[in-house]
Every structure is written in C-alpha cells, then in structure tokens.
C-alpha cells in the first residue's frame, strides 16, 4: 500500500494555473492553494496563513474556493470582485488565479564539495 502522509491520493485533484507565468499545479480539495503552490516549488507570497493579514490576496480569474475559515479577511465587495485568500482558499474546480507576485522557490544551497577542518 503505498504511503500518503498528506492523505493527498484520497482526495480531489484541481489544476491551477498562475497568471501572467501560466505555472500550473494540482491542488487537492483539502489543502490550501498556498501550500500546494508550495509542493510544487513556488513561493506565492504569505505571512499569516490563517486568512487575516491579507498578504496572499489574489484574484481568481477562473473557477471556486471554498474557505478552510468561516471569515477570511475579505469584504463582501472585494470576493464580488474575485479577490480570494489562497493561504487558507481550498480549490472546487479548476482554477485561473492573477499572481504576479509568486516566484519559484529558491533551492537550497547546495553543500560545499569537500568539508574541510580548522587549518593551524
Ligand atoms: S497569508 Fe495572511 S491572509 Fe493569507
């Protein structure tokens, strides 16, 4: 059987694409887009995670989310505009979202060829 930590092979599977770099990923219907975005080794830009700080804002430009919270920090004007929080934004159908300002996470540093000791 294989192993699935993260539960994600039980669960839906919705294509998102990022605007304008047209990136595209899977998010599952039970994790939030920022953390799939995260999976797939890009950094949308975040800070709280919980739905309050705003710093995730985006629009969605094509599809649904459901809320992981019962009030994410939107007015009602705003998500009749298509802002939607993606930190804590679980995807319900194939998605289009405006990002500019999501980057492709650094890799780690890589480890230096040879470790040396302490000269004297
Ligand atoms: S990271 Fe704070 S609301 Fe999304």
Redesign the pocket.
């Known amino acids: 059987m294989p192993i699935d930590p993260e539960n994600r092979l039980s669960q839906p599977q919705f294509a998102v694409t990022l605007q304008p770099q047209a990136w595209r990923f899977d998010s599952g219907a039970e994790e939030s887009i ?1 953390l799939a975005a995260r999976r797939a080794g890009i950094r949308m830009p ?12 985006c629009r969605l430009l094509e599809g649904s989310v459901v809320y992981a919270v019962e009030r994410p ?1 939107l007015t009602p004007d705003e998500k009749e505009e298509g802002w939607i ?4 934004a679980h995807a319900r159908a194939p998605l289009v979202i405006e990002a500019p300002g999501a980057r492709v996470r650094e890799p780690p540093a890589p480890l230096p060829a040879t470790l040396t000791g302490a000269r004297r």
Request: include cysteine; charged fraction near 15%.
């Open positions: 920022v975040s800070s709280c995670r919980n739905g309050t700080c705003r710093a995730c804002r920090g929080l993606p930190c804590v």
